[in-house]
């Protein structure tokens, strides 16, 4: 059976008049890397701001479960003490401190100090980039660069649940492609995911499973590489 870590069940959001989100159903399963892919105001972000309890003023209904429990009415800290991360769209790192700093941020659930630092080098093997500017204010940072840091301080505090709001929004291609083959690895070490993306083509290359989602709702579900081969995908998403 699989071990699900994440399950939304008749999520409905609105936004006064506008119904963002009219009834989704989604599961992400341990070790998956789950992706949501949708054109521009498909409700994309609503869905992840529903989980992670940080939409604004609206009407919501429907459940949201993790690791079996409702999430409903979690802070944002005690969704990082349940190792629930979240990378949001705009990436959100300390600019005033070092990426040093920033990734020691990242752990401040934990104390184990010599385990954090150890921990800090294991990413700066993934992102070598952060590893050269460790001492470097994050503020100056170029944009794809502050894309990295701020997985890497989400990956600090260990998460079970990793949420990526559109990692590839502003950035050049090549540096676009970079972040997605950090995704990959990541991936690869284990860490179950869910994928916000508009870049269809690098989500469905990178995930195991995928939604695709249109005005408010998920027009399919299934096998991400079979989601690349298929033509209706191909038509509306990949510019095909
Ligand atoms: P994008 O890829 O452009 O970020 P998305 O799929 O993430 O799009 P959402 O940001 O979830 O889409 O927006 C879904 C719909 O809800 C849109 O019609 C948007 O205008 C509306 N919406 C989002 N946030 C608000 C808000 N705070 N107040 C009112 N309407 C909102």
């Not at 949001?88 to 401040?108: D, Q, S």
């Not at 676009?176 to 083509?201: C, H, P, Y």
């Not at 939604?211 to 399919?220: A, H, L």
């Amino acid at each position: 059976m699989s071990d699900s870590i994440l399950k939304i069940a008749g999520l409905k959001v609105s936004y006064g008049g506008i119904k963002a989100v009219k009834g989704l159903d989604l599961e992400v399963n341990r070790g998956e890397l789950v992706t949501l892919i949708g054109a521009n105001g498909a409700g994309k972000t609503t869905t992840l701001k529903a989980i992670t309890g940080t939409l604004p003023a609206c009407k919501v209904e429907g459940s949201i479960s993790y690791l079996g429990k409702p999430l409903a009415g979690m802070q944002s800290h005690q969704l990082v003490q349940q190792k629930l991360a979240m990378v949001p769209e705009g990436r959100g790192v300390f600019t005033r401190m070092t990426i040093h700093e920033n990734l020691l941020m990242g752990a401040y659930t934990r104390n184990d100090k010599a385990d954090i630092e150890r921990d800090i080098e294991k990413w700066f093997g993934v992102f070598p980039r952060l590893k050269e500017r460790s001492t470097q204010l994050a503020g100056t940072l170029s944009g794809g660069e502050q894309q990295m840091l701020a997985m890497a301080r989400a990956l600090m505090c260990h998460p079970t649940l990793l949420l990526l709001d559109e990692p590839s929004m502003g950035l050049a291609p090549i540096m676009v492609e970079k972040i997605f083959e950090v995704i990959r690895d990541v991936s690869k070490q284990g860490i179950t995911m869910l994928l916000v993306e508009q870049n269809a083509r690098l989500a469905l290359q990178a995930a195991h499973r995928a939604y695709v989602m249109d005005s408010g709702v998920v027009t399919m579900t299934g096998d991400a590489r079979a989601m690349l081969d298929d033509p209706r995908v191909q038509a509306a998403y990949l510019g095909e």
